[in-house]
């Protein structure tokens, strides 16, 4: 079973930023926070990954909290083509790299309106 | 840019069919995925191999085998295809030893008749 909890849809206006939040209560110290989206009838693309420190990368900014039981993705300027399913996922990091399954939940529906 | 290819976007094939899909990567990856993709039940990993020629049985893996004989190619086979089998069919590959993510391909969505 997934271990995150995301609302079921967001809606955001074309240009304001999209915040999405993600609970992960339970996290244990070596797993990672990953986001994806998917678009429909295409493959999960990569957006962001972390631990415990902010990133930002070209796409977004991934804020985590200090305790780490949740997180929030942020789209800096939505466009429409922003329109996807946004899945939080955490994974441990895993020695040796053999595994890394990842389990995708049912995701946040964002809707991005002109 | 990370780039997974994988054969098909779409394929139409018959019951007991042996059906393979296909899919290559070109980031010299250790890690290589199959998963399946169905409305309610999200993504299921069916097969991972960490390496050539080595495979791991994801959660439902009955049905299906795996090849790869290259490092850059990683096959599904459905040896005897059945309409359950009807899905949407994703391949992802993953540098490993390391917490980096997962690049998935765009899919082959597979309808078994």
């Known amino acids: 079973d997934a271990k995150t909890t995301q609302p079921t849809s967001m809606d955001c206006a074309e240009g304001r930023a999209a915040n999405l939040p993600c609970n992960h209560s339970t996290i244990s110290g070596n797993e990672y926070v990953y986001w994806y989206r998917q678009i429909h009838s295409q493959g999960p693309q990569y957006i962001i990954h972390g631990l415990k420190n902010n990133e930002t990368n070209e796409m977004a900014s991934l804020i985590i909290t200090e305790d780490r039981k949740s997180s929030t993705l942020i789209l800096p300027h939505a466009t429409l083509r922003d329109t996807a ?16 399954n990842l389990i995708f939940g049912k995701g946040t529906k964002l809707s991005v309106k002109p | 840019d990370v780039k ?4 098909s976007r779409y394929l139409v094939k018959r019951t007991g069919e042996k059906v393979f899909l296909e899919c290559v990567q070109d980031m010299d990856h250790e890690n290589m995925f199959w998963y399946r993709q169905d409305p309610g039940l999200g993504l299921r990993l069916i097969y991972f191999s960490y390496d050539v020629k080595m495979k791991e049985k994801g959660d439902i893996p009955e049905g299906y085998s795996v090849s790869r004989e290259k490092k850059e190619r990683f096959s599904l086979i459905l040896e005897s295809a059945s309409t359950n089998q009807t899905s949407m069919y994703l391949c992802a590959s993953r540098q490993g030893g390391s ?5 998935f391909g765009d899919g082959t969505r597979l309808s078994i008749l």
Do not use: E, L
């Not at chain 1, 399913?85 to 595994?99: E, H, K, L």
């Not at chain 2, 997974?4 to 054969?7: G, K, P």
């Not at chain 2, 917490?99 to 690049?103: I, K, T």
């Open chain 2, 99 to 103: 917490n980096q993510p997962q690049h």
């Open chain 1, 85 to 100: 399913v946004y899945y939080c996922i955490v994974r441990p990091f895993v020695a040796g790299g053999s595994q890394g």
């Open chain 2, 4 to 7: 997974v290819t994988q054969s």
